[in-house]
């Protein structure tokens, strides 16, 4: 299976600041997606990363807040913007290369907003 | 639509004792169905999965979930818990019919506890 690397793996910012998290993929894949998740509790999708054209937000998620870059087939960057205490939290990467197989994920990015 | 439901917050197993975790969905066509693991500040590690076929499918570390159509389950187990199998468990499901989503939904998480 693939693998995907993520980074930061952590990061403490200050609130009003901006952090770009990478996810490098080792194959190329069919679909990227960017979840956050609360310690100990389920996943909450934030957009489809589209490669080539603007990401596909979920409820509550707006490109001006989460900007997601995705050039090609095997790269996505998720920018949190103007973060604030609420954005503490931990992000992660995924993809699926075929609606038959399993999704696979990142290692996570854990961000703490001060 | 599709919708994922992991009624127990936490299961609690002595080392040794058979483990069952427990998951229920709904789609409105034919389901794809996944177990992942999330061990402490990891991402989700995939464990098994279910597509089409025999209805009991078995995974890494020893797990094996069987799909029961009829009561549209499809719960985790293994005969034997481990300490090291201690995480965080997760249920997900992707409708596979005409227009389903590569999206998988995912359930709430069940924390797995096993006791020496």
Known sequence: ?114 | AQSVAQPEDQVNVAEGNPLTVKCTYSVSGNPYLFWYVQYPNRGLQFLLKYITGDNLVKGSYGFEAEFNKSQTSFHLKKPSALVSDSALYFCAVRDITAGGSYIPTFGRGTSLIVHP
């Open chain 1, 1 to 114: 299976s693939a693998v995907i690397s993520q980074k930061p793996s952590r990061d403490i910012c200050q609130r009003g600041t901006s952090l770009t998290i990478q996810c490098q993929v080792d194959s190329q894949v069919t679909m990227m997606f960017w979840y956050r998740q609360q310690p100990g509790q389920s996943l909450t999708l934030i957009a489809t990363a589209n490669q080539g054209s603007e990401a596909t937000y979920e409820s509550g998620f707006v490109i001006d807040k989460f900007p997601i870059s995705r050039p090609n087939l095997t790269f996505s960057t998720l920018t949190v913007s103007n973060m604030s205490p609420e954005d503490s939290s931990i992000y992660l990467c995924s993809a699926v290369d075929r609606v038959d197989t399993e999704a696979f994920f990142g290692q996570g990015t854990r961000l703490t907003v001060v």
